[in-house]
């Protein structure tokens, strides 16, 4: 090993560097006391679930909204206002026609009843129909389950495989040309 000399000034140099990182770490602190600033406390709030309430109700989206930007609301309960029937698959599942606008196309949107509901509600092709329910993501699994528990045929489940969500519908209203006429549910 090669000699380079002595070494003895390197070993008075670790109390000077301690006692700067020691003040260095207080004036850190202390410009964060003197910068802070006050925050009020997280507050609970509680959530009326049983239906009675608006907050049930879910947020009323625009069409427009959901085309562009279904992500945004999976795991919310949203609501969607007088939109066009365009196709009904099985008991439970129909397509809404999510109008055109200046931008997009006409879009086709999934909503799948609750069986609950599917069996008191009868929705036709094109009533106007008001939906009430939580917005998930397709998956590969939902489509088998739906099949396997006859909510829609094997034929329909193409058209169900490429949705890439879905509205889960606790509550529909129906209203217009269907020979059906209109019917709610909740």
């Not at 090669?2 to 770490?25: E, I, K, W």
């Not at 964060?32 to 109700?57: F, I, K, N, R």
């Amino acid at each position: 090993m090669a000699y380079f000399g002595s070494r003895r000034g390197a070993v008075n140099l670790g109390l000077p560097l301690m006692l700067a990182t020691f003040l260095m770490l207080g004036g850190f602190m202390y410009w964060l006391y003197v910068t802070a600033e006050p925050t009020q406390p997280a507050t609970m709030e509680e959530v009326d679930e049983s239906g009675s309430g608006d907050d049930y109700m879910g947020t009323t989206v625009a069409a427009e909204e959901l085309k562009t930007g279904a992500d945004a609301y999976v795991g919310q309960v949203i609501r969607l206002l007088g939109l066009e029937v365009s196709s009904t698959m099985g008991s439970q599942a129909f397509f809404l026609d999510l109008p055109a606008s200046e931008m997009l196309p006409a879009t086709p949107f999934l909503v799948r009843m609750i069986p609950a509901l599917a069996d008191s509600v009868r929705v036709g092709l094109g009533e106007d129909a008001t939906v009430i329910g939580t917005v998930m993501l397709m998956t590969d699994s939902i489509v088998a389950d739906w099949v396997d528990s006859g909510g829609i045929s094997e034929n329909d489940r193409i058209l169900v495989e490429f949705a890439t969500h879905f509205i889960e519908a606790d509550q529909v209203e129906t209203s217009g040309p269907a020979e059906s006429g209109g019917s709610a549910g909740s």
